[in-house]
């Protein structure tokens, strides 16, 4: 059995998480900003599908991606330097979140639903919340969203309707990751797809040790500027 939360976000500790499912930790609760903002400094985040409670979840281990360590493959940075594409940031939040939760052929259904948009939209607009996207001849083309507190980036979700956008848009986050001083990029649940990328598995107790550190930061960093957008790929 898991805990159902009450009123205020008070979690339990992560260790007490199920095993199987993997991380499962409470039910319930709310997804106003202040649940959320807590969850994540505690290495927790909800994920849920419609019709259910809300869930949160705290796996162990947990999969992140330290800036400099992200693997750019010959073909990649070939497109990076190409300029097919355009990046941005924070110009369309809510378009890449409901690209994220179309239907895709190798998945039924989606946890993003219609209650994580609206969280995470407000959360956007607090200053939390961010996406990088893929543009293409004025089109938005791929992206990915997620939630940057202090020297952490907590990414939610990616998509791409040609190919390459998504792992240019990861490309990009990463490369400005690196150069704003993050710590870790975390991407929540192990995948080959994210271990081609670079990404890899942390000890949960480690993870959450570092979180300490990593989100002392109190207020939302703001809206980013499209200068985190540029990265010279030339080198």
Not at 109 to 136: F, K, P, R
Not at 211 to 219: C, D, F, H, M, S
């Amino acid at each position: 059995m898991i805990p159902c939360l009450s009123n205020t976000p008070l979690f339990p500790p992560v260790n007490r998480a199920l095993r199987d499912p993997n991380g499962l930790l409470a039910a319930g609760g709310s997804l106003a900003p202040e649940w959320i903002l807590a969850a994540y400094r505690q290495g927790i985040f909800p994920w849920f599908s419609e019709g259910d409670p809300i869930l949160w979840w705290s796996p162990d281990p947990r999969m992140v991606l330290v800036p400099g360590e992200e693997r750019i493959t010959p073909s990649l940075r070939k497109t990076l330097r190409g300029g097919r594409f355009e990046v941005r940031c924070d110009t369309a939040f809510e378009q890449v979140m409901r690209a994220c939760a179309a239907p895709r052929t190798y998945a039924s259904g989606t946890w993003i639903v219609e209650d994580i948009v609206s969280a995470y939209c407000a959360l956007h607009e607090l200053g939390w919340a961010h996406s990088v996207e893929t543009w293409q001849d004025g089109t938005l083309v791929g992206g990915l969203y997620g939630i940057a507190i202090g020297q952490a980036f907590f990414g939610e979700s990616m998509f791409h309707r040609v190919t390459d956008a998504s792992k240019v848009a990861f490309a990009h986050l990463a490369r400005m990751l690196g150069r704003e001083n993050f710590a870790i990029l975390d991407c929540q649940m192990s995948t080959s797809h994210l271990a081609s990328l670079g990404a890899r598995e942390m000890p949960r107790q480690d993870y959450v040790k570092g979180l300490a550190g990593w989100t002392q930061q109190q207020t939302p960093p703001g809206r980013w500027s499209q200068d985190f957008a540029r990265s010279d790929w030339s080198a």
